[in-house]
């Protein structure tokens, strides 16, 4: 991700945070990149970008801040290109928890995370303000995951 992708990626954050507002949004966007730019992704279809990822690393554990893919190019495999590419970024650094915090308005992404072995571990009521509640869901990255990193650097 450039900083010059931000209006794009401003954008389809609003996809994943239905809580959020655009303008203020696009500060903590920027923040993440400039704070991880190792951890911010983004993903193009004809040179335009349709799809971003970013997340933060706190003592050994990460959230996904975000996964967000344009409505039109959902089914494509552009999310799952995201968050693999994603989860090798966090094993280079030696993460060993991932969560991902879902809008309650955005359950039907629930299944996405399924289908990458994340599993529900909690709710959190008011979660990202009044009336805005989270599913959370973790993924454990194991011996086996670094295994395969190492194998796919070979």
Excluded: W
């Excluded at 799809?51 to 990460?62: E, I, L, M, S, T």
């Excluded at 190019?73 to 590419?85: A, S």
């Excluded at 289908?115 to 990255?141: E, P, S």
């Amino acid at each position: 991700m450039r900083e010059s992708d931000l209006e794009t990626v401003s954008d389809l954050a609003m996809l994943a945070n239905p809580h959020a507002t655009k303008e203020k949004y696009s500060k903590h966007i920027m923040d993440e990149l400039r704070s991880n730019p190792d951890l911010s992704f983004v993903v193009q279809s004809d040179g335009e970008v349709v799809g971003y990822v970013q997340a933060d690393v706190r003592n050994g554990q990460a959230v996904l801040e975000d996964i967000a893919v344009a409505e039109k190019h959902h089914g494509k495999g552009l999310g799952k290109l995201l968050l693999d590419r994603e989860l090798k970024a966090l094993r280079r650094r030696n993460v060993k928890m991932v969560f991902a915090e879902v809008h309650y308005k955005c359950a039907s992404a629930i299944p996405f995370y399924y289908n990458h072995n994340f599993r529900i571990t909690g709710f959190g009521q008011d979660f990202f303000g009044i009336g805005h509640d989270a599913i959370i869901l973790k993924l454990v990255l194991n011996a086996s995951e670094k295994k395969k990193l190492v194998n796919e650097s070979l």
